[in-house]
């Protein structure tokens, strides 16, 4: 239906009656709450017995959980985390989709204001005819508009309000994501620098124990030059020297693809951490304690637990504003300005004269009839999506559980594996120097030799590769624990050079590093 008016009081009155109608209106579909999950009581701690150690838990002894790696009393350590959460790329990358996100809102929010918009044309018409050729009439006519046009679909359904609410559910899942990045980035930096130090001392024992078979071929050459033994002992002593100086190399490549690893994470070029802190030496040891706290709290501390949620919630959203097309729209439009032409010779009146004026409003509606079916399975569409990401939650919170008790159980068995190769590596070494000892005066031949020192290498790589996994342990419970989230929500800072080329090739006003959105801030609010 559609009719016209001409005072605009009466316009706006209607507009204004239309507005309190939107506000006094329901929204269709679901409203989100947190889906249930399932959360045990505590976290099995693993206690002392002959195979696994007791984590150590001291009340007293406070641990950032923030900055986490503070516990590990490494400046390199400190140094590149603070790096690589300055300049990695892909974390920057993470922290612009929140920027995104933030503008995608701002779209949602005009959805529920009207549009406006001011049209003007002007046209001189030059149309001869047989009547002004005989009259003299002058065959120009002109004519001018300038009308301010306005249309609004009125929010009477919720589809609009649902699409603001989906779109804010997703700024927050999209800055949740940001904040799990962050932490992610710590651990793998983490581990990456602890995978450095675990190849240089892989490399120390390997060199150190191709030095003691050298030493020994030395001494097979001699007792054999001396006819004191067999071609068969220097041709073993040969072979197990050359194999251990074979494995060098693989731990030479692998160092390097660390520290390669190192510097794509500190977003450098390769060679970037060689040259900077190639010559550094490491302090790493495990944290003095690790304070668990209770299952309860991932749902809490954990950023990718609250993207899960969050995203739910974005989709949840998305079933009302599907549902709300199986009901009538109702629109607003209409138009207010001035008009003006003349024909032939008439006085041309001034295009903003009152009786010039032109206005209109109209009001319509619009019921689905016929593809009613197809919007129902739309909503099917996206209740199915809703559900998925409510078993994405759930799968979530078991996963952050499951976390946990891989890492803890991970620093209990590798703390016991290692106090008792650090006997296994003292009694080797004692058994590598008697066996070459009694080689040297004759009383057992080579094999026993290379048993030995074969035995002394296996150990000690095996001491190394065990203290390294218990640090790993602790990276992985720290990063299963929430470590380094403080639960902020606010917007990333971006760097100044990336704002500035971005303002240069678009209008951001101050929407860049601009850390005041009160729909994150509040959001952090109800998870602590």
Known sequence: MSYSIEKKGKFLFTFLGMGMLTLSGCMVGPDYARPDAKVQTQFSQPTKSEFTEEIPTHPGTLLNPVQWWMGFNDPTLSTLLARAAKDNLSLQNAALRIYQARASLGVADATLLPTVGLGGSGARTNQPSALTQATGASPYSNSQSLIVQANWEIDFWGKYRRGIESATSSLIATAAAFYAADASLASEVANTYISIRNYEALKVVATTNLALQAESLRIAQSRYRNGATSLLDLSQAQS?????????????????????????????????????????????????????????????????????????????????????????????????????????????????????????????????????????????????VFQQSVLTYQNQV?????????????????????????????????????????????????????????????VQNSLVQTTTNNLLGYVAAFKALGGGWSGNMSMPQLPEQMVQ????????????????DLRLVKSSETIK
Not at 425 to 434: G, I, K
């Open 398 to 458: 078991l996963l952050a559980q499951k976390e946990v008790e891989d890492a803890l159980i991970s620093i209990s068995t590798t703390r016991s594996s290692a106090e008792d190769l650090k006997k296994s590596v003292t009694a080797a070494q004692q058994a590598a120097s008697l066996a070459l000892d009694r080689y040297k005066a004759g009383q057992n031949d080579y094999n026993t030799v290379i048993i030995a020192q074969q035995q002394l290498l296996a």
């Open 240 to 384: 197990q020297y050359e194999q251990t100086k074979a494995d060098i190399p693989a731990i030479i490549a692998s160092l390097k693809k660390s520290q390669y690893a190192m510097s794509l994470l500190l977003g450098e070029l390769p060679n970037y951490y060689e040259l900077n802190f190639g010559n550094t030496k490491g302090t790493i040891k495990p944290p003095r304690a690790l304070e668990v706290g209770i299952p309860k709290d991932l749902l809490r501390r954990r950023p990718d637990v609250l993207q899960a949620e969050y995203a739910a919630a974005a989709q949840s959203a998305l079933i009302g504003v599907n549902v709300a097309a199986l009901y009538p729209s109702f629109s607003l439009s209409g138009y207010f300005g001035f008009q003006n032409a003349t024909f032939n010779n008439s006085t041309q009146t001034s295009l903003f004269s009152w009786d010039n004026r032109n206005t209109s409003i109209s009001g319509s509606f619009m019921f689905p009839l016929f593809y009613r079916g197809a919007i129902i399975d739309q909503i099917r569409v996206q209740d199915a």
């Open 501 to 516: 080329t971005m303002r240069e090739r678009s209008d951001w006003g101050t929407a860049l590093n601009d850390p005041s």
